[in-house]
């Protein structure tokens, strides 16, 4: 296991007893490099969207068991919020939630000599995606093809 996974994993742990306390859900958690800062960003929602009082309340909560805690070697900075509208499809959670609803797809490299593309997310399982195209057509995608999967945004 990496850091990073190992890192993500414990902070995840910490935060499930505060989640379940306020009644929230542990969306994901990320342990990332950006520039040279690292980042432990938390990402949580709950029925009816996540306010800015709630995330100080797990930031306020979390910080303190980091604290208590600290496992983490780097300095990092520390950032609880929600995953937002266009929140990627990591987990089963995710893709159940989801099914019937428009996704976006993004591959790695071009299919048809396409990249994105959009359907109802039909089927899924741990290796595939599959979508009912607007022209009616079923489209199945290998995971390890998926750069990126979310729900679509209308605007």
């Not at 306390?21 to 990402?43: C, I, P, S």
Request: with cysteine.
């Amino acid at each position: 296991m990496s850091k990073k996974e190992e890192y993500e994993l414990k902070s995840e742990r910490l935060l499930q007893p505060i989640m379940d306390e306020h009644k929230f859900e542990l969306v994901d958690v990320e342990y990332v490099k950006e520039g040279a800062t690292w980042y432990l960003r938390a990402y949580v929602d709950k029925e009816g969207g996540i306010t800015i009082d709630d995330c100080e309340v797990v930031s306020r909560a979390f910080g303190k068991k980091l604290d208590e805690e600290d496992f983490i070697e780097d300095s990092y900075i520390m950032e609880v919020s929600s995953p937002g509208l266009g929140r990627p499809l990591k987990k089963e959670k995710d893709f159940k939630r989801s099914v019937g609803k428009e996704v976006e797809i993004r591959t790695y490299r071009a299919i048809e000599r396409q990249k994105e593309f959009y359907g109802l997310l039909n089927a899924y399982d741990e290796n595939s995606v599959t979508i009912l195209t607007g022209e009616g057509n079923t489209r199945t995608f290998d995971k390890k093809d998926i750069a990126l999967i979310r729900l679509a945004l209308d605007f």
